[in-house]
């Protein structure tokens, strides 16, 4: 599909990057909820499972809106200059360096679930302050749960190989 407008390639680029970091925040709920699925999964029926996905489309909406305010931003910059590759190089690095931390914070929050019984919060750093051995803690926590950490490295993989760098023609270009 050739677009000529940069303009419209990069609003388009934009957008269809957005809807890839809802797939992606998607497939980590996915991944949250199987590391769960002993503390979850009795009170699941279908209809309750219809719920979740509604519920988890929300909460992505303003966490991807939350956590790209700045991206957005710059790729719908209403100056030229935004469409030189300095600049779209910029963006994405801010695109897959904020949604790599959300992907990485929601996988550990998927442990951490597990002792405390809810989600994390800002009280955790309240709860480790007086922690002395935190390196050791989430050393053991690596170890024991690698597949956490090799799903997030796919995750942010996937986020850098398929997104969409705007040109004068939509194509996909990996950097």
Known sequence: MKIKSSIVATC???????????????VGRLVYAWENWSVLGGNFTSGKWMDVLKGGCLFDTSAIMYTNALYMLMMLFPLHYKENKGWQRAAKCVFVGVNALAIVINLADAVYFKYT???????????????????NVIGVEFLNHWYLVLAAVVLIMGLSKFYIMPTGSLKIKSM
């Open 12 to 26: 388009l680029a934009a957008y269809l990057n957005l809807a890839w970091a809802y797939v992606m925040y998607f």
């Open 117 to 135: 019984g809810r989600r994390t919060t800002a009280t955790i750093f309240s709860e480790f302050s007086n922690e002395g051995n935190l390196g």
